[in-house]
Antibody, heavy 118, light 107 residues
Framework: QVDLQQWGAGLLRPSETLTLTCAVY????????WNWLRQSPKKGLEWIGE???????NYNPSFMGRVIMSMDKSKNQFSLTLSAVTPADTAVYYC????????????WGQGNLVTVSS | SSDLTQPPSVSVSPGQTARITCSGD??????GFWYQQKPGQAPVLLIY???QRPSGIPERFSGSSSGPTLTLTISSVRAEDEAVYYC??????????FGGGTRLTVL
């Protein structure tokens, strides 16, 4: 059984940096893709990017230049940094795991509402 | 890149069959996926690789693919199936895309 627990700041001012961390509990020895997504009423579900067990990242071009994903395999944790936030970045942010690229996001964190407001 | 288009809503009576479609032009990638989301909860993976069910997902949920269209079929619909359903696929740069969601109402 795999469980994802996420945390981070919930209220940011415009131009600040969003940082979220997700801890993965369970066996990840067979490989993984760790993902960040967000959901807002206006844009629906958006995939932000992924980092895999080799440390390779793939980002949605919509966030390129503002997003960095990193991981600490020793702690089974990964993080999202999104810089220069605006009110348009207000959303519920989720971490999610898939075991392989085509296996789907089988495990999700509980979600964090991040509000960007002056 | 391709967009994924879903009907905004589908209504069905209990015990009937609901079908939710997802189309792309062209359909972006090899495989499609389906998720169920209930209010205040994270999405749940229902179908992967077009028609595969993760363990724990009831057989009432099935998926199929034909040309540019994915279809999620829910047989013998129950009140508990009322939720928003999302399709997912990847574009040719391996960027994950989601449909806009279909709200299933059980009458």
């Amino acid at each position: 059984q795999v469980d994802l627990q996420q945390w981070g700041a919930g209220l940011l001012r415009p131009s600040e940096t969003l940082t979220l961390t997700c801890a993965v509990y369970g066996d990840t020895s067979n490989g993984f893709y760790w993902n960040w997504l967000r959901q807002s009423p206006k844009k629906g579900l958006e995939w932000i990017g992924e980092i895999n067990h080799s440390g390779a990242t793939n980002y949605n071009p919509s966030f390129m230049g503002r997003v960095i994903m990193s991981m600490d395999k020793s702690k089974n944790q990964f993080s999202l940094t999104l810089s220069a936030v605006t009110p348009a970045d207000t959303a519920v942010y989720y971490c999610a795991q898939s075991l392989t690229f085509w296996s789907g996001f089988a495990h999700w964190g509980q979600g964090n509402l991040v509000t960007v407001s002056s | 890149s391709s967009d994924l288009t879903q009907p905004p809503s589908v209504s069905v009576s209990p015990g009937q069959t609901a079908r939710i479609t997802c189309s792309g032009d062209p359909f972006p990638a090899k495989y499609g996926f389906w998720y169920q989301q209930k209010p205040g909860q994270a999405p749940v993976l229902l179908i992967y690789k077009d028609n595969q069910r993760p363990s724990g997902i009831p057989e009432r949920f099935s998926g199929s693919s034909s040309g540019p269209t994915l279809t999620l079929t829910i047989s013998s619909v129950r009140a508990e199936d009322e939720a928003v359903y999302y399709c997912q696929s990847a574009d040719n740069m391996n960027i994950w895309l989601f449909g806009g969601g279909t709200r299933l109402t059980v009458l």
